[in-house]
């Protein structure tokens, strides 16, 4: 089982020997940085959402899930997502918010969070609070989606999307 925190390093401004290399630096307050799972790669076991948190590393909210084999890991939380709801990834989940699928599995029209690039590598698009990506048309493998900035960007179609808007839109 992995941490779910660790503290995060302050610098101060200062390089390998010590010496104020940057002025202004030190001073902050200590953060905990928490490990988001951008992969969703616990296909088919179902997760129930313990709480949801405030991350201050990040805008989107975060959801603490406990899965069925008895690990926890954090997830960026989409809007709907509530205390008792279970998250699943996989071909057969649901098309809820807070579920992890394909981008060839979901219909066209769908609002998409945490979208991979390339298969298996993990979310990197649409991570910050109340973004949405838009599933637009589907060719052979691939999948076209309308990013935020509306660029249309054309993905393969195995890659892992998490269905919904992500929450804290304020």
Same mark, same amino acid.
């Given at each position: 089982m992995?941490?779910?925190?660790f503290?995060?390093k302050?610098?101060?401004?200062r390089?390998?020997?010590?010496?104020v290399?940057?002025r202004?630096q030190?001073?902050e307050?200590k953060r905990?940085?928490?490990?988001i799972?951008f992969?969703?790669?616990?296909?088919?076991?179902?997760?129930?959402v313990a709480?949801i948190?405030?991350d201050?590393?990040r805008?989107a909210e975060?959801a603490l899930i406990?899965y069925a084999?008895?690990?926890?890991?954090?997830?960026?939380?989409p809007l709907?997502?509530?205390?008792?709801?279970?998250?699943?990834?996989?071909l057969?989940a649901e098309?809820?918010?807070?579920?992890?699928?394909?981008l060839?599995?979901l219909?066209l029209?769908t609002?998409?969070?945490?979208?991979e690039l390339?298969?298996g590598?993990?979310g990197?698009l /649409?991570?910050?609070?109340?973004?949405g990506i838009?599933?637009? /048309?589907?060719?052979g493998?691939?999948?076209d989606?309308?990013l935020?900035?509306?660029?249309?960007?054309r993905?393969?179609?195995?890659c892992? /999307?998490t269905v919904?808007t992500l929450?804290n839109?304020?």
């Amino acid at each position: 089982m992995s941490k779910l925190k660790f503290i995060r390093k302050k610098n101060s401004g200062r390089d390998t020997s010590g010496q104020v290399s940057v002025r202004h630096q030190g001073g902050e307050h200590k953060r905990f940085m928490r490990v988001i799972d951008f992969k969703r790669n616990k296909i088919d076991v179902p997760g129930k959402v313990a709480s949801i948190e405030y991350d201050p590393n990040r805008t989107a909210e975060i959801a603490l899930i406990h899965y069925a084999d008895g690990e926890k890991k954090y997830i960026l939380s989409p809007l709907g997502l509530k205390i008792g709801n279970v998250v699943k990834s996989g071909l057969d989940a649901e098309i809820r918010p807070g579920n992890a699928l394909p981008l060839k599995a979901l219909p066209l029209g769908t609002v998409v969070h945490n979208v991979e690039l390339t298969p298996g590598r993990g979310g990197q698009l /649409a991570r910050g609070a109340g973004t949405g990506i838009i599933i637009q /048309a589907k060719e052979g493998n691939h999948v076209d989606l309308k990013l935020p900035s509306g660029e249309l960007r054309r993905v393969d179609g195995r890659c892992f /999307a998490t269905v919904g808007t992500l929450g804290n839109i304020d």
